[in-house]
């Protein structure tokens, strides 16, 4: 049988199975299935919208037989990173977005499983609606986006959700030939949420493992007691030292901050302001080169003051220009939507009336690079100092922010452009190769793959071989792309 009559034998199998409605074959819907933020990768054969893990199971069962690539996603808002873009093979995607459900919450222990179309706006509903005093997870991509999706991808997260895959403990999951698998521990330990005794295997199944994720429990925080932002503009020049000084905090202060270090561009990308009109002046604590924010929280005013005084006191001699927000009761709130405006910056008629944002829908062009540093000042600022040069050499503005960790810092630099305007488009993907030729040079790389793409050096050649070797064991029939670009043996 050629491969047309296998994909034709495959789309009557799994109409059968889903319904003909779930089963999306015309033009127009496969192409918006695809669409994303910027042009790569190949179409979609074929939607499958299945309704809950037993079908998912049976849908890869059918790729399985056919030798067929099936692409899962959670909600398809993956924006700037790929959407829901398959990489280099014609697919069948497997969008997961009717997996909706919070199949359970454990206010003791401090536990939550959700499936993929659980979304970050419904999880912090569904937490209000239960009278739980435990601390919703945000991100800045808004409320609409997937948690599962989140997480797998390793996202960044907002106040003690910085490291979202940190906060997995468990996964429920469907191998590529349908086999269900649960990585929870069985028998009463399973109300633990951990894994079992021997090696963890939860991280095998981050950034596209060779399975399709149908639930995940996630830890959940405590709401605190307080919470404040402090913002402070960085003198000219201090920015290594900055960094140097945020490590020796935050490696001392062992909960309740968050540092993150923003350039003028990026902060002018996402300042409200009416398209049609000239920006508003920023603030002075916003209107230097550099500009750090630090979320803190505690569960009192004097645990709260003890954190911002040490904040003060460790960056005095670096910032000007300090504001200081009035302290406030609870979890510092989730920013909705607002991160997305820079997705804007460019599209002169912004969202639809009526309509959330959804920068694929309404192309516009956002391209992430992001590479993960040593917290070194001066490694990072040489780092950051290539980025802003590519950057501005193609004419893109440099909108970079800086993630601060103890050890490793996040440089996350946005591309943002008018997908209507093909020359900005040919900048943009001619800059974003340059970012990623500058940045390997100097040893950088990113940590977040895009459209499943992932550098080779990026990975030691020792771990390619022993993933290359996990995944044909897994997946023999080459069902679910490939780990970082290697075909399946």
């Known amino acids: ?45 074929c939607v499958l919208l299945p309704g809950h893990r037993d079908e998912v199971a049976a849908c890869l069962r059918i790729a ?56 970050f706006g419904s999880l912090a509903r569904h937490l209000a609606g239960a009278g739980s005093r435990r601390w919703p997870p945000a991100t800045g991509a808004g409320p609409d986006t997937s948690v599962v999706g989140n997480v797998l991808q390793r996202g960044l997260g907002s106040g003690a959700y910085r490291d979202m895959a940190a906060q997995v403990r468990a996964l429920e999951l469907v191998l590529p030939d349908g086999t269900p698998v649960r990585t929870r521990a069985p ?15 939860n991280g095998l199944f981050l950034q596209g493992g060779p399975a399709v994720v149908t639930s995940l429990t996630l ?50 990308a996402q300042w409200p302001a009416d398209p049609a009109a000239a920006p508003p ?50 979890a510092p709130p989730a920013g909705g939507s607002r991160g997305l405006a820079c997705a804007y910056r460019h599209k002169p008629a912004r969202t639809p009336d009526g309509l959330p944002p959804d920068p694929g829908r309404d192309r516009c062009g956002v391209l ?7 917290m070194r000042g001066a490694d990072a600022a040489r780092v950051v100092d290539a980025v802003e040069r590519a950057m501005t050499a193609h004419g893109i503005e440099p909108c970079v922010a800086l993630r601060l960790g103890a050890r490793v810092l996040h440089c996350v630099a946005g591309l943002f452009w008018d997908r209507d305007d093909t020359a900005a488009e040919s900048r943009a993907l001619a800059c974003h190769r340059r970012l990623a030729a500058d940045c390997a040079r100097l040893g950088a790389y990113p940590y977040r793959p895009l459209l499943a793409r992932v550098p080779e050096q990026a990975v030691d050649a020792s771990v390619r071989e022993l993933l290359a070797r996990l995944w044909g064991a897994v997946d023999p029939r080459g069902v679910l792309s490939p780990p970082h670009g290697r075909p399946v043996p």
């Open 1 to 45: 049988m050629g491969r047309d009559a296998e994909w034709a034998a495959a789309v009557r199998a799994w109409r059968s199975l889903l319904g003909a409605a779930h089963v999306v074959t015309a033009a127009e819907g496969r192409e918006r299935a695809v669409r994303g933020t910027f042009p790569g990768g190949a179409g979609a054969r």
């Open 187 to 201: 028998g009463a330990t399973a109300d633990c949420a951990e894994e079992g005794p021997g090696p963890s295997v």
């Open 219 to 268: 830890a959940l925080h405590p709401a605190p007691e307080r919470h404040q932002r402090v913002l402070f503009r960085l003198r000219d020049g201090c920015l290594a030292a900055v960094l140097d000084a945020a490590r020796e905090l935050l490696q001392r202060v062992p909960a309740g901050l968050t540092l993150d270090v923003r350039n003028r561009p990026r902060i002018t």
């Open 64 to 119: 399985h037989r056919r030798r067929l690539p099936v692409h899962p996603v959670s909600t398809g808002r993956n924006w700037g990173y790929g959407s829901v873009g398959p990489g280099p093979r014609e697919v069948a995607v497997l969008r997961l977005s009717r997996l909706d459900g919070v199949l359970d919450l454990d206010e003791a222990l401090g536990t939550v499983t959700v499936q993929p179309g659980v979304t």
């Open 368 to 374: 992430w690079f992001a590479p993960a540093l040593p």
């Open 281 to 330: 002046p920023l603030p002075a604590a916003l209107d230097g080169a550099w500009t750090g924010c630090a979320e803190l929280w505690a569960d009192s005013t004097g645990l709260l003051d003890a954190t911002r005084d040490r904040v003060l006191a460790r960056m005095s001699a670096y910032a000007e220009h300090w504001h200081l927000q009035a302290p406030a009761p609870g």
